[in-house]
T-cell receptor, first 113, second 116 residues
Framework: GAVVSQHPSWVICKSGTSVKIECRSL??????MFWYRQFPKQSLMLMAT?????????EQGVEKDKFLINHASLTLSTLTVTSAHPEDSSFYIC?????????FGPGTRLLVL | AQSVTQLDSQVPVFEEAPVELRCNYS??????LFWYVQYPNQGLQLLLK??????LVKGINGFEAEFNKSQTSFHLRKPSVHISDTAEYFC??????????????FGKGTHLIIQP
């Protein structure tokens, strides 16, 4: 089946720094990718839709200046958490759709100290 | 907008017993339905999906689900569970527009606990 990778798998950073997370579709092209956030023992919440060649669309309540999304190519989307704070600590998961379903990356665990 | 309700946050079941994980959804438009499984500290794995056609769908690891439009339900079942089925299970819905996919709306998840 289709494979989606994320890098890094986990990251620890100091408060105030920025962190970039990459999401790649390895064996198919994706003009759209999705970014989700999952707090411990909770469900996934859609944060934004990443669109190749155009601006991302954000869900209500998600700060677009804090969570910068760039869809640089048909196989790569990046999420940058700018000026990270402890409350941004979470599990970030991306997905890339095909015609019939969505494939999820393994997730990136972010811990902001 | 869509919403998904997973009625049970936790379901304990003895090994080799049958299990049903319940999922109800609401939407003003037609949706597509999914069940995903998440093992500890891992990403999501697709168990099965309903897009159209037969309302009984079979997935991986012996799971199946039945789409019931009148009851807006998509319950997940397995006739005999194994210890390795212990995980978090998420029901999700998506609109599928002509131009591509929408992001998924997830339920809160059901933790399936298999007891020996």
């Amino acid at each position: 089946g289709a494979v989606v990778s994320q890098h890094p798998s986990w990251v620890i950073c100091k408060s105030g720094t920025s962190v970039k997370i990459e999401c790649r579709s390895l064996d198919f092209q994706a003009t759209t990718m999705f970014w989700y956030r999952q707090f411990p023992k909770q469900s996934l919440m859609l944060m934004a839709t990443s669109n190749e060649g155009s601006k991302a669309t954000y869900e209500q309540g998600v700060e677009k200046d804090k969570f910068l999304i760039n869809h640089a190519s048909l196989t790569l989307s990046t999420l940058t958490v700018t000026s990270a704070h402890p409350e941004d600590s979470s599990f970030y998961i991306c997905s890339a759709p095909t015609l019939e379903t969505q494939y999820f990356g393994p997730g990136t665990r972010l811990l902001v100290l | 907008a869509q919403s998904v309700t997973q009625l049970d946050s936790q379901v304990p079941v003895f090994e080799e017993a049958p299990v049903e994980l319940r999922c109800n959804y609401s939407s003003s438009v037609s949706v597509y339905l999914f069940w995903y499984v998440q093992y500890p500290n891992q990403g999501l794995q697709l168990l099965l999906k309903y897009l159209s056609g037969s309302t009984l769908v079979k997935g991986i690891n012996g799971f199946e689900a039945e789409f019931n439009k009148s009851q807006t339900s998509f319950h997940l079942r397995k006739p005999s569970v194994h210890i390795s089925d212990t995980a978090e299970y998420f029901c999700a819905v998506s609109r599928w527009s002509g131009g591509g996919a929408d992001g998924l709306t997830f339920g809160k998840g059901t933790h399936l606990i298999i007891q020996p």
